[in-house]
């Protein structure tokens, strides 16, 4: 079955780097859009980046732009989350989402998070 | 950008009632309109996309209905694993994706 198993976070003073990654499984990973999507304690949900099927576009939001860097390597399966000079209101749990080829793209599969504090 | 507003914000019921939860857009949209489920320590499920269509082994108690700006998930009889933290999500031109700001079931 679909396996997303995200891996990298902890504790990260500001300004220090951090990667995330997310290993899948259960799919043929080179055919679909991935996502990180976080949750800051007590918060909803916000999009953080997405990469496309082949990696040659990748999208940021703004909070993030220019900081996070969203990467794959299909050979491996593997997804990651590059996290640059972060700031405390990154601190979140970050999920790593598969994107549905179907209308609409909804999210149709997510890992379980990997918990991320910035903190000095 | 499109800003989606759901209520109420909390929903406090009892097993076996129906719930209704909405959720607006500040301007009219496609159907693409997801719904989903967040329990604490689970991975978030998808229930519902384009606006009404339930995802794969979703129970039929759970249906989507709306389009333009109005949505709205529908839970016609509650079960105690229902009570979570629902989002709702649109998804205009490709890679543009906004969440609702979440609407919290809680048990009565």
């Known amino acids: 079955q679909v396996q997303l198993v995200e891996s990298g976070g902890g504790v990260v003073q500001p300004g220090r780097s951090l990667r995330l990654s997310c290993a899948v499984s259960?799919?043929?990973?080179?055919?679909?859009?991935m996502h990180w999507v976080r949750q800051a304690p007590g918060k909803g949900l916000e999009w953080v980046a997405v990469?496309?099927?082949?990696?040659?576009?990748?999208y940021y939001a703004d909070s993030v732009k220019g900081r996070f860097i969203i990467s794959r390597d299909n050979s491996k399966n593997l997804v990651q989350l590059q996290m640059n000079t972060p700031r405390s209101d990154d601190t979140a749990l970050y999920y790593c989402v598969r994107e549905d080829d179907s209308s609409g793209g909804p999210l149709d599969h997510w890992g379980q998070g990997t918990l991320v504090i910035v903190s000095s | 950008d499109i800003v989606l507003t759901q209520s109420p914000a909390t929903l406090s019921l009892s097993p076996g009632e129906r719930a209704t939860l909405s959720c607006r857009a500040s301007q009219s949209l496609t159907t693409y309109l997801a719904w989903y489920q967040v329990k604490p320590g689970q991975a978030p499920r998808l229930l519902i996309s384009d606006a009404s269509n339930r995802a794969a082994g979703i129970p039929d108690r759970f249906s989507g209905s709306g389009s333009g700006t109005d949505f709205t998930l529908t839970i016609s009889s509650l079960e105690p694993e229902d009570f979570a933290v629902y989002y709702c999500q649109e998804r205009g031109y490709w890679p543009s994706l906004t969440f609702g700001q979440g609407t919290r079931l809680d048990m009565k």
């Open positions: 259960g799919f043929t990973f080179s055919d679909y859009a």
């Open positions: 990469i496309s099927d082949d990696g040659n576009k990748k």
